[in-house]
């Protein structure tokens, strides 16, 4: 049974830091490229960050490019968002995301239950 279990999350205040984490078991993690979604209230999820298998390449959404930075460690089968100056606009529950492609268009996709970052003075 894969799972995927984020931690981290918490309140901070405008320009504080935190650090995400997910731990993966349950799948071959380093064949998945692993991605941080962020849903906030009344909009849609969107993708904040995602790293290949081999932590090789990263991507970013412009809004958090500087400021946050994607990691995975696939001796711990886990993936890391460290967020830095923190905005309330960057409040949200935040996802972890493990996708496998294998070929012909197919592809299995993991979620996590989310981790709630809220962004207050």
């Known amino acids: 049974q894969v799972q995927l279990v984020e931690s981290g999350g918490g309140l901070v205040q405008p320009g504080g830091s935190l650090r995400l984490s997910c731990a993966a078991s349950?799948?071959?993690?380093?064949?998945?490229?692993m991605s941080w979604y962020r849903q906030a209230p009344g909009k849609e999820r969107e993708l904040v960050a995602g790293i290949t298998g081999a932590g090789d390449s990263t991507n970013y959404l412009d809004s958090v490019k500087g400021r946050f930075t994607i990691s995975r460690d696939n001796s711990k089968n886990t993936v890391y968002l460290q967020m830095n100056s923190l905005k309330p606009e960057d409040a949200a529950v935040y996802y972890c995301?493990?996708?496998?492609?294998w070929g012909s268009g197919i592809a299995t996709i993991y979620w996590g239950q989310g981790t709630q970052v809220t962004v207050s003075l």
């Open positions: 349950g799948l071959a993690f380093s064949s998945n490229a």
């Open positions: 995301n493990a996708r496998r492609e």
